[in-house]
């Protein structure tokens, strides 16, 4: 398989309070000399991340040790600019498996679903709600259920819906990229071929 499956994920989230968070400030370009999808981890946000002599800036939240999780959530427009497809290969080979915002990037949006991120959109009233649980707990969880396609907070049972195309949601709960698709399809191409010879 191409990546994890993804059903249902149980987590604790890293906020990301930012608005217009663009793919260059998820991954600089310099890093993206490499090929293969691993390594992007330790670069992610790099320049929020990091001073020039690459000590850790105390006041961002990935080097905060209060907030953890495989969930990211992030503020309005995430994943703007352009169309690199190591921003989704940073927030993968870092640990995220989800990012929640009230409006994505359609080329980030595509990218993330290609490799395993599950991209949430939710409105922006529930996108307050979840900062504010996490604001008054850093270990509040979130049900990502995207068999049902659901977000909820758990300690209070509030939820949304959430819209995905259901071929991604067919590969995201199989593991599944675009090739690992057309694989589970040999027996059907098969059958099909022998109509057309």
Known sequence: MAYDSFKVLTSSCVPLPLENVDTDQIIPARFLKATKREGFGDNLFRDWRYNGDDTP??????????????ILVAGRNFGSGSSREHAAWAIYDYGFRCVISSFFADIFKGNSLNIGILPVTVSPEFLDKIFTAIEKDPKAEVIVDLPSQKVTLAATGESESF????????????????????????AEIAEFEKTRI
Do not use: W
Not at 57 to 70: C, E, H, I, Q, R
């Open 163 to 186: 819209d995905i195309n259901g071929y991604k949601k067919h590969n995201m709960t199989n593991g599944f990229d675009d090739i690992d698709y057309l694989q589970s399809m040999k």
């Open 57 to 70: 800036k105390a006041d961002f939240v990935l080097n905060n040790p209060t907030y953890s999780g495989k």
